[in-house]
């Protein structure tokens, strides 16, 4: 089956500095959302972006569905921001594939 | 906006009680699902249902049965709990099959 990574596994920044996190995946795919859960465990939607750039405030995110990658991006980081980013995917099947995430803590 | 609504953030049950999680969707979404999450084991896929009195099985179905009477609300049954089923359960819902997904809040269950 579809194989979901992303990286870095884990992230510590100070507040205000940016971030590139990563989602690569194995085989072609229908569409593709990046999520952060929060500290108490809510799964928040960030963006749905099977391809192209999405902006949200801070947050954007890219999607090259050629090559099989999808980068968000994490400008002047707060300490809001803080949890576990994970990107899934939905390879024309019924169930969506989660990545692995990746834990990012922000420091003041 | 969306909101999918869990019934009960946090519950604690003993060994063998029949435990009944509730999730209810407000946007008339066709689809539902339930997840549990478990640290080092991601998140699974228990059931879906793509219609009303429709369900499927997910990836780890075993002990759990589900319940969709009306649209907007997916219910999740634990029959006879067990001390393995302590875990953190997460509904959803989307409005086409393969569409953008909306979680709850998260019902964490402790099973004694």
């Known amino acids: 089956g579809i194989q979901v990574e992303q990286s870095p596994p884990d992230l510590i920044l100070q507040e205000g500095a940016n971030s590139t996190l990563r989602c690569n995946f194995s085989?072609?795919?229908?569409?593709l959302q990046w999520f952060h859960q929060n500290p108490w465990g809510q799964l928040i939607n960030l963006f749905y972006?099977?391809?192209g750039t999405k902006q949200n405030g801070r947050l954007s995110a890219t999607t090259v569905a050629t090559e099989r990658y999808s980068l968000l991006y994490i400008s002047s980081s707060q300490t809001t921001d803080s949890g576990v980013y994970f990107c899934?995917?939905?390879?024309?099947?019924?169930?969506?594939?989660f990545g692995t995430g990746t834990r990012l803590q922000v420091f003041p | 906006d969306v909101k999918v609504t869990q019934s009960s953030r946090y519950l604690v049950k003993r060994t063998g009680e029949k435990v009944f999680l509730e999730c209810v969707q407000d946007?008339?979404?066709?689809?539902m699902f339930w997840y549990r999450q478990d640290p080092g084991l991601g998140l699974r896929l228990i059931y879906f249902?793509?219609?009303?009195?429709?369900?499927e099985k997910g990836d780890i179905p075993e002990g759990y049965s589900v319940s969709r009477e009306k649209k907007e609300r997916f219910s999740l049954i634990l029959e006879s709990a067990s001390t393995s089923q302590t875990s953190m359960y997460l509904c959803?819902?989307?409005?086409?099959?393969?569409?953008?997904?909306?979680f709850g809040e998260g019902s964490r269950l402790t099973v004694l």
């Open positions: 249902s793509y219609d009303v009195k429709m369900k």
């Open positions: 972006i099977p391809s």
């Open positions: 899934a995917v939905n390879p024309f099947t019924d169930k969506l594939i």
């Open positions: 085989d072609s795919v229908n569409n």
């Open positions: 946007m008339d979404h066709e689809n």
């Open positions: 959803a819902s989307s409005s086409t099959r393969y569409g953008e997904l909306f």
